[in-house]
Nanobody, 115 residues
Framework: QVQFVESGGGLVQPGGSLRLSCVVS????????LGWYRQAPGKQRELVAK???????SYADSVKGRFTISRDNAESTVYLQMNSLKPEDTAVYFC?????????WGQGTQVTVSA
């Protein structure tokens, strides 16, 4: 069964940066698309970035130019570098499949952007 373990969230001031990590197990890591999702209070979960097996990336318009997704196949880890953070980036961040989410989700990691 696929498992996702996210980490790296925290409280940061507007304009600051954070790097999220997600360790993936239970799948052949270098054979899957992966994505980062977020869910803010009262809102639906949304896909903000995804990366293909070969490293091709795409982003939601709301984070384009500020967030960078990357992967380390040797470590079975996917990262999300978040720069120029805004209060509207506050959410719980999850990783999962990039083309279609698996049924199982990790606990997520909370990102709070506030002065």
């Amino acid at each position: 069964q696929v498992q996702f373990v996210e980490s790296g969230g925290g409280l940061v001031q507007p304009g600051g940066s954070l790097r999220l990590s997600c360790v993936v197990s239970g799948v052949i890591f270098n054979g899957v698309h992966l994505g980062w999702y977020r869910q803010a209070p009262g809102k639906q979960r949304e896909l903000v970035a995804k990366i293909s097996q070969g490293g091709r990336t795409s982003y939601a318009d709301s984070v384009k130019g500020r967030f960078t997704i990357s992967r380390d196949n040797a470590e079975s880890t996917v990262y999300l570098q978040m720069n120029s953070l805004k209060p509207e980036d506050t959410a719980v961040y999850f990783c999962n499949g990039g083309l279609q989410a698996y049924d199982s989700w990790g606990q997520g990691t909370q990102v709070t952007v506030s002065a």
